[in-house]
């Protein structure tokens, strides 16, 4: 039987579920492929934490040089996520010539450039399909399936920790951190919530989709994002009021010989669009390429079993790559000096808003708004304002606008939230009528 000696780094959520998958269904890999993964490293930080696992003696270490000195292992997994000390041990891996697997957005999306070329200068395979999407084969569909497509744009609920909160917030009246701490117990979110609460590792996986997308590296630092940190549940409700879903979106468009647009933030769309009806840890990409056409992923985005099993497709694609030996064939994206020529600013676009004001409940006050609004030329769709209040106090009056450039809206928001009769900062989502 030819066995191929595999070390995990990191052993988490995610490494634990690659060591159960193995458990399982090694012997099944062997069937299909000839080959039989097996386990015969773990680097963790912490020797003395109590695992739930009945690992092997020897299993376990904290010295990364066992690994990386031991030639009798070809394929490292880094499962530890962060910047450092991953980005340095995969950098390492590289440099000894092992094929590396990563599940790690961040290290791509900031650092992606060394990355990428330490795989192509070390001729080394490095497999990255859990870093976007969990458990769907959404890198391997942008870089290999739909290679033969110009891609036009990809729209995705991208995190699963984030929808999570959005779905618990709405249809369980959960508060925001009650929403979080179940997504957190379930494995969902990251060592550091923040990264998924404030947009940040939503952009991370943009970055690196748009990145093979359109074949030059767009880093993290170039993707505008917002994540849901502000979104009350008042707002999913009067957006359902409206016929919309709040998701939070990562979106990236390039229209021929246009400039490509790139962010992530909260986002209304029709409750009847199919991205409305992903639901809880569930990630959705919704991709159009000039030949395909408009082409739907749909599965389990964040979890231990759902992410195994793409660190798995990734294991066994580097097993090939090693008894094949065959050269790095599609090309990592290239670096592009001046990268903001190539980039729209999100102040130059143009969206549809739902605007909700705080404001005092006397006559007059929804002119005053709408005078600023016109005067910077934003025109209003539709209006909503909460009945009379008993008891003097602020009143939501909400606002669905015609499509208008950010930066007017931008000036607009920032004169009425000066406004005597406002009473709390202006929210705003915007709207895509996908
Ligand atoms: P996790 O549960 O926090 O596990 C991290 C593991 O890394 C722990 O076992 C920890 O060791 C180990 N570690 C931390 N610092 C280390 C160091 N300096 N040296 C050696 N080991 C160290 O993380 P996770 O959720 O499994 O996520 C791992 C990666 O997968 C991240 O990049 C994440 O973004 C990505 N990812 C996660 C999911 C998900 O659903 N969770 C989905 C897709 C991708 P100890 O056990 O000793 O503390
Ligand atoms: N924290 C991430 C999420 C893990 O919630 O989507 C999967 O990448």
């Known amino acids: 039987m030819k066995e191929i000696n595999i070390a995990i780094l990191g052993f988490g959520t995610v490494g634990r579920g690659v060591y159960e998958l193995l458990e399982k269904n090694a012997s099944l890999i062997y069937q299909k492929t000839g080959f039989y993964p097996r386990i015969k490293k773990i680097l963790v930080k912490d020797l003395s934490k109590k695992r739930n696992k009945n690992l092997p003696n020897n299993l376990l270490t904290t010295h990364i040089e066992e690994i990386l000195e031991d030639d009798d292992i070809p394929i490292v997994c880094e499962l530890i996520g962060g910047i450092n000390p991953a980005k340095e041990f995969v950098l390492e891996c590289l440099r000894k010539g092992k094929q590396v697997i990563t599940a790690n957005k961040a ?22 399909e859990a870093s976007v999407g969990g458990g769907i084969p959404i890198i391997k569909t942008i870089k290999e399936a739909l290679i033969g497509n110009k891609i036009k744009s990809i729209v995705g609920i991208v995190n699963g920790t984030t929808n999570y909160i959005l779905t618990k917030m709405l249809e369980n009246q959960l508060s925001f951190k009650e929403a979080l701490k179940e997504a957190q117990a379930k494995g969902y979110s990251e060592a550091d919530p923040s990264l998924d609460i404030k947009g940040w590792d939503s952009a991370h996986k943009i970055s690196i989709l748009a990145s093979l997308a359109f074949g030059i590296y ?11 940190e502000n979104i009350d549940l008042l707002d ?35 409750e009847n669009h199919v991205l409305a009806s992903v639901r809880l840890n569930y990630n959705a990409f919704y991709i159009t390429g000039d030949f395909v056409g408009d082409i739907l992923l749909y599965g389990l985005g964040a979890g231990k079993e759902p992410t195994a099993s793409a660190v798995i497709s990734d294991i066994v694609s580097a097993m090939e ?12 994206p290239v670096v592009e000096e001046n990268l903001e020529k190539f980039i729209k600013p999100i102040e130059e ?10 404001a005092v409940d006397k ?6 708004i709408s005078g600023i609004l016109g005067k910077y030329e934003i025109s209003i769709a539709s209006v909503v304002q909460i009945g009379r209040q008993k008891k003097k106090g602020s009143v939501p009056i909400v606002m669905l606008t015609h499509e208008s450039k950010e930066k007017n809206l931008k000036k607009a928001l920032k004169e009425i939230d000066q406004l005597e009769v406002v009473t709390a900062l202006t929210k705003k989502i915007r709207i895509l009528d996908l």
């Open 107 to 128: 290290i791509l999306a900031e650092c992606g450039d060394e990355i990428w070329k330490e795989a192509s200068k070390y001729r080394s395979y490095l497999g990255f």
């Open 218 to 228: 767009i880093p993290f630092s170039k993707v505008y994002v917002e994540g849901i």
């Open 236 to 270: 999913l409700k009067f957006a359902k009021d409206f016929g919309y879903m709040v998701k939070l979106l990562a979106f990236a468009q390039k229209e021929d010989r246009g400039k490509l647009e790139i962010r992530v933030h909260p986002t209304l769309i029709p």
């Open 321 to 332: 790559y090693l008894s094949f030996k065959k050269e790095p064939f599609i090309k990592y």
């Open 349 to 358: 676009v143009e969206f549809k808003y739902y605007i909700r004001f705080s």
């Open 363 to 368: 006559p007059g006050v929804l002119s005053k």
